[in-house]
């Protein structure tokens, strides 16, 4: 029994040394929050954002999060808490009509306003990841102008 206890001594005393510095980390994982605030000339409908956490998604994926805003109720503002630290892009539209879907023209050009993060602007298709993409980390705001 003693050489039993003495053989186990080093793996418990491994064991609990361990384990306060694993809460440790547990604890000191970084979480950050995104203020998304969203400035448009209408008054209808739902603003609609998504945010993506990779140019991968955000070039064709899904996004890690989304909310939508109601304008007409005058909300203009969401707050997105427990993000990870580190890279994002949003891609937003204004569905002024309600209909749930961003309308074109025949030609496949958006007649409803849209913006994407940094208020990046695109060239023949949306921005890309690498003008819209911004650091999140704390406290983070967002400001996106939708025409």
Known sequence: MKT???NLAPVIFLV???TPIEAAVL???PSASLTIKVETTADTGKVMVAIYDSEGAYEGGAPVRAVQLDVAAGQDEA?????ETGTYGLKAFHDVNGNGRM???????PVEPYAFSNNA???MGPAKWDRARFDVSGQTLQTLNLR
């Open 4 to 6: 039993l206890i003495r």
């Open 16 to 18: 609990m040394a361990a």
């Open 27 to 29: 604890q000191a994982e």
């Open 79 to 83: 707050v997105i808490e427990g993000l």
């Open 103 to 109: 309308d074109t023209n025949p030609f496949g050009m």
């Open 121 to 123: 602007v695109g060239n």
